[in-house]
């Protein structure tokens, strides 16, 4: 969801179809209430005729929502139980056991880079790599757009911030202080 809050209140105007009496203009007529409840209905008119589209079967089931449930619900599920399963693999093979439960234990947790060694991380075969359908064009046009090095670059303002979150390390957190950094 998009916030047009500010942008609302700058202009004086509601930017998206909803009842809102403060503003004096936009989408909050009754006409275009009315016409964005029509369009609503139309699309859940022709969603809902879609799915009749294939018939019934003999159960009185609908044979687009079995063949949905078949080929993309019980897939997505399969794969996140597997997904779910190895999380908790992955957990309870993270988290160190009090020194009771061990018997060569000495109550002390180990160092974070031996911690990470013994770590059960999933297997990287597990990661579904695909994309799906609805956002494959999207992610096309993104790495278009990267690989044309017309991606537009950090404002000067922008870049200043992140100048000095690298020097907060060092105790220099204001701008005014990477400032001075950025332009040596």
């Given at each position: 969801?998009?916030?047009?809050?500010?942008?609302?209140?700058?202009?004086?105007?509601?930017?998206?179809?909803?009842?809102?009496?403060?503003?004096?203009?936009?989408?909050?007529?009754?006409?275009?209430?009315?016409?964005?409840?029509?369009?609503?209905?139309?699309?859940?008119?022709?969603?809902?005729?879609?799915?009749?589209?294939?018939?019934?079967?003999?159960?009185?089931?609908?044979?687009?929502?079995?063949?949905?449930?078949?080929?993309?619900?019980?897939?997505?599920?399969?794969?996140?139980?597997?997904?779910?399963?190895?999380?908790?693999?992955?957990?309870?093979?993270?988290?160190?056991?009090?020194?009771?439960?061990?018997?060569?234990?000495t109550g002390?947790?180990?160092?974070?880079?031996?911690?990470?060694?013994?770590?059960?991380?999933?297997?990287?075969a597990s990661?579904?790599?695909?994309?799906?359908?609805?956002?494959?064009?999207?992610?096309?046009?993104?790495?278009?757009?990267?690989?044309?090095?017309?991606?537009?670059?950090?404002?000067?303002?922008?870049?200043?911030?992140?100048?000095?979150?690298?020097?907060?390390?060092?105790?220099?957190?204001?701008?005014?202080?990477?400032?001075?950094?950025?332009?040596k």
């Open positions: 969801d998009v916030s047009y809050m500010t942008w609302e209140g700058k202009t004086d105007t509601a930017l998206c179809p909803r009842p809102a009496r403060r503003y004096s203009k936009g989408w909050n007529t009754d006409a275009v209430l009315l016409e964005v409840r029509e369009w609503k209905r139309k699309v859940h008119r022709h969603a809902a005729r879609e799915w009749f589209v294939e018939g019934s079967d003999a159960n009185g089931r609908l044979q687009s929502e079995r063949s949905w449930r078949e080929q993309v619900l019980c897939p997505w599920a399969e794969r996140a139980r597997d997904q779910l399963q190895e999380y908790r693999e992955w957990k309870v093979a993270r988290t160190p056991k009090p020194a009771a439960e061990d018997a060569g234990s002390e947790v180990p160092p974070l880079g031996l911690m990470a060694q013994s770590l059960s991380l999933p297997p990287l990661v579904n790599s695909g994309v799906p359908a609805v956002y494959a064009r999207v992610l096309e046009l993104l790495q278009a757009a990267d690989g044309s090095k017309q991606w537009p670059s950090t404002t000067p303002k922008r870049r200043l911030v992140m100048v000095s979150d690298a020097n907060a390390a060092d105790g220099s957190k204001s701008l005014a202080a990477a400032h001075l950094a950025a332009k």
